[in-house]
């Protein structure tokens, strides 16, 4: 019997049971796919001369986090690799913005479609020197995150206070107006938003943005030399040396609770997997409290929020062969790993507008991905390896396009007529584009969802980033951690503080709060002997 079931092999998942590992606990992961990695997976799948990732690739945030760096995954064989240029955004009149890995080369770029907007740059740069470090260990560690927000709120006192702290509260076009007086610096912060499901006159969106931005700017978007896959290659292999057990091809179908407690998980081919000390469940928020436990077990009050939980945007992606790189005409374009595409800042409101209201957008923001130029090993020299995705509503109401037709049933045809839309939006930036392409892969956001269970419709952030559904409002209104009404049960996905991206932080909280709180630690013990030790039940949910 393993001390621990995880439930799912996605980044989080995997996280999780090798920090349980370390710990010297014995730890089986299930996971429904044929191979592991979640959203963290690459293939040869649109050809076979090309390395395509299915569904993220570029991760700022993995570079950035004190969790996977603790790893020391470079002993797994993990190489990060960097594209000339971090990120660019380009305007149909052959302007681009561009965000460069050198700060200075940032802001002189930026000094030339405003006067001041390089000193502009400089100072959220400055801002992000005296308190990122402590911003970070804010957000990776659980919540409430006590010692780092002692020590964050001092740096933002030192750093304005409340001056600050309405700064980044601002949706990003307010912030982008009140900071530049050019159009670049505005598109860079309102297109590191839309990595979320943030539009630019959101609440939030400005710090988001921003922190976006911060990492692009300190990090890079770095991405795994090889493919994605190599990231999850370096976590299963470090599980596995440390005795860990990883079953692909088995779906939980249920966790077995008695007297309070989980204690086993039962799969699709009807075998019970015991779990003498914890589950851990890498999956979406619904999928734990509306499919996986019986609904006795959980309090109303958790039930009535969970019908106000609130998933990000979903996903429509696709994936080129190209013959030759991307005839960008703005050439500084072609240097960039990640572009924005959307000529300004009003396309962007209306495209989240559109979302808003049900419709399919007409002229979708993509960001556009060039992987060999990134990662050379990608695809043959003198080729690349491209994707883009957009966003599309959940619920399909209507197509702001003229032609129309798309309706959300994501059939064939519907597939390859959105696709021809997304290279439409590529072509305005890049004419000629469509003469490189060798072959394409149409990932719908029903495609994603068969990827991985948690990608809901594409969504691709395991919920809202919206601030309704951030901290302790994360998964549901409460207390913003791993822990469930469940004893010896831990939300490990993204759906938990402090969300999506891969960082691994949802599963290393999830992780720490199995040790601390499992039978016989220390913390358990004290528990016990104060009658503290009970899971929330109905009418004790906060």
Known sequence: MPDAVVIGAGPNGLVAANLLADAGWTVEVLEEQEEPGGAVRSDRGVHADYVSDLCSSFYPLAAASPVLARLDLYEQGLVWSHAPRVLAHPLTDGRC????????????????????????????????????????????????????????AARLRAAGGLRLARQLLLPVRRLGDEEFHGEAGRLLLAGNALHADLAPEAAGSGGFGWLMSMLAQAYGFPVPAGGAQELTTALVRRLQRHGGVLRCGERVVGIVVRTGRAVAVRTAIGETVPARRAVLADVSVPALYGRLLDPRELPGRLLADLRRFQWDFATFKVDWALGGPVPWAAEAAATAGTVHLADGMDELTRFAAQIAMGQVPDRPFALFGQMTTADPTRSPPGTESAWAYTHVPHRVRGDAAEEGGITGAWDRGEQEAMADRVEAQVERFAPGFRGRIKARRILAPPTLEALDANLHGGAINGGTTAVHQQLFFRPLPGLGRPETPVEGLFLASAGAHPGGGVHGAPGANAARAALHRSPGSLLHRTQRALGRGAPLRAGTWP
């Open 97 to 152: 913005a561009v965000l460069d890995r050198s700060p200075g080369d940032t802001a002189a770029a930026l000094e030339t479609f405003g006067a001041g907007d390089g000193v502009a740059w400089q100072g959220l740069c400055g801002i992000w020197d005296r308190i990122g470090p402590d911003l970070l260990r804010a957000l990776f560690t659980p919540f409430p995150p006590v010692r780092a927000t002692a020590r964050l």
